[in-house]
């Protein structure tokens, strides 16, 4: 359904260092640096037919999160959402709600966590067991 997802940073170097880590995770690898004609980076990181993008706001303003906003990371098994999680925080997010595990609900079993990038942006890691 997406083709890719772009999140707001004010520093898109401590952004860098954090989704590396934290996308490595995933299998994710370097990310393609790409400066506009107007002077702002962005970073595309591609993984699995999906693209995750982090960019210096075009506009010049200041990057903000969204309020209610969550982006879902899927992941192979419950101790890689636990390392997703882990790797955040050791690299500057902030781990948010419930700490790593499974959840029960009307849609079933999940295993799952939530951190907060250095931005701000809520970011979910999410394992549905078979």
Same mark, same amino acid.
């Given at each position: &359904?997406?083709?890719?997802? &772009?999140?707001? *940073?004010? @520093?898109? !170097?401590?952004?860098? =260092?954090?989704? @590396?880590?934290?996308?490595? *995770?995933?299998?994710?690898?370097? #990310?393609? =640096?790409?400066?506009?004609? /107007? ?6 990181? =591609?993984? $699995?037919? %999906? *693209?995750?993008?982090?960019? !210096?706001?075009?506009?010049?303003? !200041? ?7 969550t ?5 192979? %098994? #419950? !101790? ?6 882990d ?7 902030? /781990?948010?709600?419930? #700490?790593?595990?499974? =959840?029960?609900?009307? &849609?079933?079993?999940?295993?799952? /966590?939530?951190?907060? @990038?250095? $931005? ?7 394992h549905?067991?078979?």
């Amino acid at each position: &359904m997406f083709n890719h997802i &772009m999140v707001g *940073t004010n @520093d898109i !170097e401590r952004s860098k =260092r954090f989704y @590396d880590a934290l996308l490595g *995770t995933l299998g994710a690898g370097e #990310p393609l =640096r790409n400066v506009a004609a /107007s002077g702002h980076t962005r970073l595309f990181y =591609r993984h $699995d037919g %999906s *693209t995750f993008c982090i960019t !210096e706001p075009i506009n010049g303003e !200041e990057a903000t999160c969204s309020n209610g906003a969550t982006i879902g990371f899927k992941c192979n %098994s #419950p !101790e890689q959402v636990t390392q997703f999680h882990d790797v955040a925080v050791a690299h500057g997010g902030v /781990s948010c709600e419930a #700490p790593p595990g499974l =959840r029960e609900g009307d &849609m079933g079993a999940v295993y799952l /966590s939530y951190v907060r @990038d250095p $931005d701000g942006n809520k970011l979910c890691a999410l394992h549905r067991p078979k």
